[in-house]
């Protein structure tokens, strides 16, 4: 059974740091493309930045460039979205995601942690 559970979200002030951590079971993890998604109340949910399975390529969204870093640990099936100098507007549903690396799309979804930044 695939899952992905999702872990690190909380309540901070705007300014502040989380790091969030993803760790995925019942998959061949290093096939996997892996991203994080988010989506605020009354949102659609939007890409926050993904990376690539074999040689880590990132891609991120723009408002998060510079302050957001994304990274993967293979050996541990881990990925993780470390978030500096957060904003009220980063406040969201953080989600978690995964697709083949032959896949178009990401059709693994973890649960979701929230993340609040407070002003």
């Known amino acids: 059974q695939v899952q992905l559970v999702e872990s690190g979200g909380g309540l901070v002030q705007g300014g502040g740091s989380l790091r969030l951590s993803c760790v995925a079971s019942?998959?061949?993890?290093?096939?996997?493309?892996m991203a994080w998604f988010r989506q605020a109340p009354g949102k659609d949910r939007e890409l926050v930045a993904s990376?690539?399975?074999?040689?880590?390529?990132?891609i991120y969204t723009d408002s998060v460039k510079g302050r957001f870093t994304i990274s993967r640990d293979n050996a541990k099936n881990t990925v993780y979205l470390q978030m500096n100098s957060l904003k009220p507007e980063d406040t969201a549903v953080y989600y978690c995601?995964?697709?083949?690396?032959?896949?178009?799309?990401?059709?693994?979804w973890g649960a979701g942690t929230q993340v609040t930044v407070s002003s």
């Open positions: 995601a995964a697709r083949d690396r032959a896949s178009a799309s990401y059709d693994l």
């Open positions: 019942g998959l061949t993890f290093s096939r996997y493309v």
């Open positions: 990376i690539s399975s074999r040689v880590g390529t990132t």
